[in-house]
Each structure stands twice: as structure tokens, then as C-alpha cells.
């Protein structure tokens, strides 16, 4: 696949199911597709997460105790719906469980999120966003 080089990004994880978390810093959220074919979400910093009751919780891989952390842990056997990521480095992950994440730039020195999937990675550049997205692909 071939990623543009300037966004927004649709990425191609749709439909991939969510079957691993690893808890560390930072954490993991690894899905699998047909063919063994595998994206990762990873999240370092502060990101957003959202249930399908409307109730959106303040979450922060950097700062926050694992079992503070452990709500993605509903995660498991989720399917993706979509994955969206804008040029100022906001990332959208939609599933089908109605639940969602959602990470922008947090000013941190480091890279708040990025997502690796078949052929492509996207990384959040550190800072407040004025930076956007570094993109890899084939």
C-alpha cells in the first residue's frame, strides 16, 4: 500500500479484531485481519475514551496506574470500525462495540500515539500538533 503523503489518513484496519493489550509505556492495543495480517494502536500519553453510553473517560498511559487503565481491557474481541487520523495529528479509532479512542498531541517531548499496520506507520510528532504526522509506507 501505498500512504499519502499528507492527510487526513483512512487507515486500512477496518474489520481487524482487537486480541492483545499490553500494559506497559507505553500500552498496546494490537488487532488482527485476515491472513494473519496485524495492526498496533500505541498510546503513550493522554488519550480519550469514549463508551457507548456517551461516557468519555480522561485516560493517560504516562501518568495513570494500570488498574486505572484496565476499562481497555473491555477491548478484547472488539472489531475496528475505522481508524482516522488528521494532519494535525489527531487520531480516531471507531469500533464496533460503539466504544472509541481518541489521542491528539498533548505538548509532551515524545510521540503521543502512532499506528503500525501492513505496509504503513503513522507517529504523532511531539509537541502540540504544528508538526502533524510523520508517515512511513511502502
Same mark, same amino acid.
Given at each position: =500500500?501505498? =500512504?499519502?503523503?499528507?492527510?487526513?489518513?483512512? $487507515?486500512? *484496519?477496518?474489520?481487524?479484531? @482487537? $486480541? =492483545?493489550?499490553?500494559?506497559?509505556?507505553? @500500552?498496546? *492495543?494490537?488487532?488482527?485481519?485476515?491472513?494473519? /495480517? /496485524?495492526?498496533? *494502536?500505541?498510546?503513550?500519553?493522554?488519550?480519550?475514551?469514549s463508551?457507548?453510553?456517551?461516557? *468519555?473517560? !480522561?485516560?493517560?498511559?504516562?501518568?495513570?496506574?494500570?488498574?486505572? $487503565?484496565?476499562? &481497555?481491557?473491555?477491548l478484547?474481541?472488539?472489531? @475496528?470500525?475505522?481508524?482516522?487520523?488528521?494532519?494535525?495529528?489527531? &487520531? +480516531?479509532?471507531? &469500533? !464496533? /462495540?460503539?466504544?472509541?479512542?481518541?489521542? %491528539?498531541? !498533548?505538548?509532551?517531548?515524545?510521540?503521543?500515539? %502512532?499506528?503500525?499496520g501492513?505496509?504503513?506507520?503513522?507517529?504523532?510528532?511531539?509537541?502540540?500538533?504544528? !508538526?502533524?504526522?510523520? +508517515?512511513?509506507? /511502502?
Amino acid at each position: =500500500m501505498t =500512504m499519502p503523503a499528507t492527510g487526513p489518513w483512512a $487507515l486500512p *484496519i477496518e474489520g481487524f479484531e @482487537i $486480541l =492483545m493489550i499490553v500494559f506497559a509505556f507505553p @500500552i498496546d *492495543i494490537v488487532a488482527y485481519g485476515e491472513g494473519g /495480517s /496485524s495492526g498496533r *494502536i500505541r498510546l503513550a500519553g493522554a488519550f480519550k475514551f469514549s463508551e457507548p453510553d456517551g461516557r *468519555i473517560r !480522561d485516560l493517560d498511559a504516562e501518568h495513570q496506574a494500570w488498574q486505572e $487503565l484496565a476499562v &481497555l481491557l473491555t477491548l478484547r474481541h472488539d472489531k @475496528i470500525t475505522s481508524v482516522t487520523v488528521t494532519e494535525t495529528a489527531q &487520531l +480516531v479509532v471507531t &469500533l !464496533d /462495540s460503539g466504544r472509541s479512542l481518541t489521542a %491528539e498531541p !498533548d505538548g509532551a517531548p515524545y510521540e503521543n500515539w %502512532e499506528v503500525t499496520g501492513p505496509d504503513f506507520k503513522l507517529i504523532a510528532l511531539p509537541g502540540d500538533g504544528s !508538526d502533524g504526522v510523520a +508517515v512511513f509506507g /511502502s
